[in-house]
């Protein structure tokens, strides 16, 4: 019987998080006044930058405290 492991806990690939947090970074300073004005986008980065955070990115949770 094998067990499986939740989405949230699977192994990512090698330096997965660090583009992540370079790609949403990038879009954050680009888009800022369209995150915060539009409801839709603002949940999006939201749950990306949640996943972050679960993960131990200091990127991810500053960036999510400016958000907000």
Same mark, same amino acid.
């Given at each position: 019987?094998?067990?499986? +492991?939740?989405?949230?806990?699977?192994?990512?690939?090698?330096?997965? @998080? !660090? !583009?992540? %947090? @370079?790609? *949403?970074?990038? !879009?954050?300073l680009t888009s800022?006044?369209? /995150?915060?004005?539009? +409801?839709?986008?603002?949940?999006? *980065?939201?749950? /990306?930058l949640n996943f +972050? *955070? %679960?993960?131990?990115?200091?990127?991810? !949770?500053l960036l999510h405290?400016? @958000? +907000?």
């Amino acid at each position: 019987m094998a067990l499986k +492991l939740s989405p949230r806990r699977e192994e990512l690939e090698i330096n997965t @998080i !660090y !583009y992540i %947090e @370079i790609i *949403v970074r990038k !879009y954050i300073l680009t888009s800022r006044q369209k /995150i915060r004005t539009t +409801l839709q986008k603002k949940k999006a *980065v939201v749950s /990306i930058l949640n996943f +972050l *955070v %679960e993960r131990g990115s200091v990127t991810g !949770y500053l960036l999510h405290k400016n @958000i +907000l």
